[in-house]
């Protein structure tokens, strides 16, 4: 009771929680057995070439699983496995090319990988990336939109057969404690309708991750694959120093180190509890609330007009079940 107080204490306080002091004041209130052997599974990582990525990377590649990161760079990808390999001499860490806000590249990966690896256990989303001016990618679509929820909604969708066929298997979605602040807007997605405001539109997109993450765990019901967001707190990567350099000078002495808000992601991926549930929100191993005000709520049609504008600008669509599929 008076550790359940606390943790809520320290989520509601915001800078207490979300740093390194809530952490390591968590930290005591866990079990130190959680996570499961991972010997023979395999855990795909996007963005897993620094920072946050990478200390997950790390972590399941410590409990034997076979790690795959998408770079977009062979070479940045291959530093990142070195790193892993030395942290956990004889581990499976492979790398593929991928850049997430270009499209054809994430389906040309999705098939290279399906072709090489016969199952996928845990899926973890999370590449992202914060502009501080409004850019198109590659396909003409804004850059955070593609990359922190266009991208990963086509690699998703295209790995979920891979999933199923592996399950029990899990998808791990990356947010951001930021996207309490937004709600998603569904008339300007790519935010090329007003003043761009690089912090805003990382903010909706991380808003746009919780609510997929919801649709798929609708989706993936009793198909054996679970579905959960989380996230990190504030964390010391080279994304938030090069992003908000203003808010790294402020907190820099408070910040969780990569371990520490990668914690969870591991977590979710590999104990006994996050299997037995799906659609959840988790900042240190505990489900939250998806809103602090109710002005960032949506509405069910909200949540359907999100998922089909995706389909559109990815060009993946659902196939129809079969007559007689309970799906």
């Given amino acids: 009771m008076i550790s359940s107080l606390l943790d809520t204490i320290l989520d509601r306080t915001v800078i207490a929680g979300y740093t390194r002091i809530g952490y390591r004041m968590r930290r005591g209130m866990w079990s130190t057995a959680e996570e499961q052997p991972m010997s023979g599974k395999v855990v795909l990582v996007t963005g897993g070439t620094s920072g946050l990525g990478l200390a997950a990377a790390e972590g399941f590649a410590r409990?034997?699983?076979?790690?795959?990161?998408?770079?977009?760079?062979?070479q940045r990808g291959e530093l990142a496995r070195a790193q892993i390999v030395a942290s956990s001499p004889g581990s499976d860490v492979r790398v593929g090319l991928c850049d997430l806000s270009d499209l054809e590249s994430v389906r040309q990966f999705a098939e290279r990988f399906g072709d090489e690896m016969g199952r996928l256990d845990v899926l973890v989303n999370n590449a992202g990336t914060l502009t501080s001016e409004r850019t198109l990618s590659v396909?003409?679509?804004?850059?955070?939109?593609a990359t922190n929820v266009l991208g990963p909604f086509l690699l998703t969708?295209?790995?979920l057969p891979l999933l199923e066929q592996?399950?029990?298997?899990?998808?791990?979605?990356?947010?951001?404690?930021?996207?309490?602040?937004?709600?998603?807007?569904?008339?300007?997605?790519?935010?090329?309708?007003?003043?761009?405001?690089?912090?805003?539109?990382?903010?909706r997109t991380k808003r746009a991750q919780i609510i997929l993450s919801e649709l798929w765990a609708e989706r993936l019901q009793d198909t054996g694959v679970v579905v959960h967001a989380m996230?990190?707190?504030?964390?010391?990567t080279p994304g938030l120093r090069s992003s908000l350099p203003r808010f790294y000078a402020l907190t820099k002495r408070l910040l969780r180190t990569p371990q520490e808000g990668a914690d969870t992601i591991v977590w979710?991926?590999?104990?006994?509890?996050?299997?037995?549930?799906s659609g959840g929100f988790w900042h240190d191993r505990r489900e939250r609330p998806t809103h602090r005000v109710p002005w960032t709520k949506q509405t069910p049609q909200d949540h359907k007009r999100l998922w089909a504008e995706c389909e559109r600008l990815s060009g993946w669509h659902e196939t129809p079940a079969p007559a007689g599929s309970d799906r």
């Fill in 231 to 236: 996230h990190p707190g504030w964390v010391d």
């Fill in 63 to 74: 409990l034997g699983a076979t790690v795959w990161l998408p770079a977009r760079s062979e």
């Fill in 166 to 203: 592996s399950k029990p298997a899990r998808i791990v979605n990356v947010s951001s404690g930021g996207m309490y602040t937004q709600r998603i807007h569904l008339d300007d997605l790519q935010m090329g309708d007003e003043e761009f405001d690089g912090a805003t539109a990382y903010a």
């Fill in 139 to 145: 396909d003409g679509i804004e850059l955070t939109f």
């Fill in 268 to 277: 979710l991926g590999a104990a006994a509890r996050p299997a037995r549930s």
């Fill in 157 to 159: 969708n295209l790995l």
